[in-house]
């Protein structure tokens, strides 16, 4: 639960739903190319581990993932425009 | 219908205060060739296309187009935000700063207002298809134009990446554009309108 892994988690969200956003759009195009489907079936299973890790730990990137216990936690900074996170 | 993903596409963090870089940035937030237009473009124009496949990619870019947006924006912000009276009359940025404060708003580098003539929506597929993969080369040479002043390695980063995302945008449409002439008669692709016509199909 220390910084680093925090950063770390980040990370591989970050660089794994680019590499979905990438895909996304070759897929639009090339939407029987095997190798983007194999690749794409391989990064979303890495990322969905990222999010469900980071979202236990450091809270919700999605509205979805909300946790509701005892207060609304969402619209808590900081936000991603801050850079501070 | 959009959800918001609490993250950037490409991280921006910038330490060092620019209002004179911020004031040239801005445009590719509402300038003619910025972000927002790029994204109201694309998600007007879905309506007519009629290859799915086709509207699906003007989805899927012009709401990338919306993150891009975002980008955008917190680069102009980081670079203003904290700016003192005196920084920003000696940064140029005193006209912008009476009317705006230290808030966003769509405008071009030389002021202009964000307007949707910036844009097209023909209700053409090949019309539109052909804006747009110019509207993609407007935007990475405006990104190259602002990469040429730009010398913080914070600020440099993700211009880079959005310059790159240009150049995708721009081979995704060139793609596009084929699977719809695909659909025609290749001895005139120009003799029906395919989203008005429904007898154009070979």
């Not at chain 1, 990438?22 to 090339?30: C, E, N, V, Y």
């Not at chain 1, 980071?54 to 207060?71: A, E, F, L, N, W």
Request: aromatic residues 12%; contains cysteine.
């Amino acid at each position: 639960m220390d910084g680093m892994n925090r950063d770390k988690l980040f990370a591989c969200i970050m660089a794994t739903s680019f590499v979905m956003d990438d895909l996304r759009l070759f897929l639009d195009t090339h939407p029987k190319d095997q190798e983007a489907l194999d690749y794409w079936r391989k990064v979303e299973r890495v990322r969905n581990e990222a999010v469900k890790e980071y979202t236990k730990c450091y809270g919700p990137i999605s509205m979805y993932d909300v946790d509701v216990d005892d207060r609304w936690t969402w619209a808590e900074g900081p936000w991603p425009w801050e850079g501070r996170c | 219908m959009w959800t918001y993903e609490k993250r950037l596409q490409y991280p921006v963090k910038i330490t060092q205060c620019n209002p004179k870089l911020a004031q040239v940035i801005m445009s590719q937030f509402g300038g003619p060739d910025g972000e927002l237009a790029a994204s109201q473009r694309y998600l007007s124009q879905r309506y007519t296309m009629s290859n799915p496949k086709v509207a699906g990619l003007l989805t899927d870019i012009g709401t990338e187009e919306m993150a891009h947006m975002e980008m955008v924006c917190a680069i102009v912000h980081q670079l203003t935000r904290d700016l003192t009276p005196q920084q920003i009359v000696e940064g140029g940025f005193e006209k912008y700063y009476v009317d705006h404060t230290l808030g966003l708003w769509p405008q071009s580098a030389g002021g202009i207002p964000f307007t949707a003539t910036f844009f097209q929506s023909k209700g053409d597929p090949i019309t539109d298809l052909i804006e747009d993969m110019a509207a993609e080369q407007k935007a990475r040479t405006t990104y190259d134009n602002i990469l040429r002043l730009v010398h913080d390695q914070e600020v440099c980063e993700p211009i880079k990446f959005l310059r790159e995302r240009e150049i995708i945008h721009f081979q995704r449409f060139g793609e596009a554009l084929r699977m719809i002439q695909d659909d025609l008669d290749c001895k005139n692709f120009y003799a029906f309108n395919p989203s008005m016509d429904k007898e154009c199909k070979k």
